[in-house]
């Protein structure tokens, strides 16, 4: 390599993302509970489209995404001329970047925010700006302080990633009004079907020119194998978006499961509501063993323990018994551990597992 040949700026910044763990050395049978997985897996309609799809791997898949697009609008009540499918909605968040930022300008996130945020700002030449959050949750007065002429790009995630909290409606109405005219508000609404009745920020995107909605199959849908995502916004938004979306995104396997996933809302049902079972009792259990953790809109909970050195000396014995949860130092949490909310076996091993830890166990 030449002194000549050189990556654009920023870019040998990017701390490579590293995801959840999902083997230990030495153990067999492991419960991974640490990459907020669907433990349900997905629906039995998803699982039949899938097999279907095995007949059309020949064949390119359509550009337009027409059909899960309008899949996703009957669903949510939206016009599907104004979604725009990706891979994951990760694909959606750098869209947004690569279309609306460069060197020179800023990105803000939260201090406790998604870890994709700053990698995508770094990844065009911009400025991540890390925000203070407010007892793990969005300040957006902060946000709001922090914002400058430089400004394009605000990402939050509602609910939140890693924290599992989340802010009302008129807090997210009030940052978007209050940001200035250059910039977008980018909501990350990856576990918004968590929450019963809850829009992921829709009916904003709709009175306000600079909102964005992302949303993803890879949670309560059980399609993070897939990868599939989608975001809605203003039709001028769209346009840019999908003029540097690439064509063929998204295969015929991708469209036709999301699309039969997105139809089948009794799958979602079911799922929500043992999450927020599980979720509730868990989160009891925990504290009943000396382990807080915030109301969590999510299907994690975000345990805290007394330091960073308990936390992970309980994440080494949760190994130790082929538990598998999230360290969260990367995220300004050392002395926390984000636990997936699994089926009812994985959520009473790992609470009776933390209770033996807190007790002595090592």
């Known amino acids: 390599m030449t002194d000549q040949i050189r990556p654009q700026p920023g870019i040998m910044d990017i701390e490579l993302y590293v995801g959840g763990a999902s083997k230990v050395e030495g153990v067999g049978e ?20 899938y097999g279907r799809a095995v007949y059309d791997l020949h064949r390119y898949p359509s550009t337009d995404h027409a059909e899960l697009r309008e899949a996703i609008g009957a669903q949510h009540g939206l016009d599907p001329a104004r979604i ?11 869209l947004v970047a690569q279309a609306y930022v460069g060197p020179g300008d800023e990105v803000i996130y939260t201090e406790h925010g998604f870890s994709m945020y700053p990698i995508i700002a770094k990844m065009v030449g911009a400025t991540p700006v890390k925000v203070a959050e407010r007892e793990r949750v969005v300040d957006v007065d902060a946000i709001l302080d922090a914002c400058t002429d430089k400004t394009r790009i605000v990402f939050i995630a509602n609910p939140a990633n890693p924290t599992g909290t989340m802010i009302g409606g008129n807090a997210v109405a009030r940052l978007a009004s209050g940001l200035p005219e250059q910039c977008i508000l980018v909501l ?7 929450v019963e009745g809850y829009d992921g920020g829709a009916r904003l995107v709709d009175r306000q020119p600079n909102v964005v909605m992302t949303r993803t199959f890879s949670k309560i849908y059980g399609l993070g194998g897939l990868r599939i995502g989608w975001g809605y916004a203003q039709q001028e938004i769209i346009d840019v978006l999908n003029r540097v979306r690439q064509p063929f ?25 043992a999450n927020s079972r599980l979720r509730a009792w868990l ?14 809109c999510a299907n994690f909970i975000l345990a805290r323990f007394a330091d960073a050195d308990e936390a992970q000396a309980c994440d080494a014995y949760l190994k130790s018994q082929g538990l598998i949860v999230r360290q969260t130092a990367g995220y300004g949490l050392a002395h926390c551990l984000r636990i997936t909310i699994g089926d009812e076996s994985a959520c009473r091993q790992v609470a009776h597992a933390i209770g033996r830890f807190k007790e002595g166990a090592r």
Request: charged residues 25%.
């Open 249 to 273: 995104n998204l295969s015929n396997t991708q469209l036709a499961v999301a699309e039969a996933a997105m139809k089948d809302q009794a799958h979602v049902t079911r799922t929500r509501e």
């Open 283 to 296: 989160a009891e259990a925990l504290a009943e063993h000396g382990v807080p953790s915030d109301t969590s």
């Open 84 to 94: 725009i499918c990706g891979v994951g909605s990760d694909e959606i968040l750098t």
């Open 30 to 49: 492991v419960v991974k509970l640490s990459s907020n997985e669907n433990p349900y897996g997905a629906g039995e309609a998803a699982r039949e489209a």
């Open 188 to 194: 990350d609404g990856a576990y918004a079907e968590f």
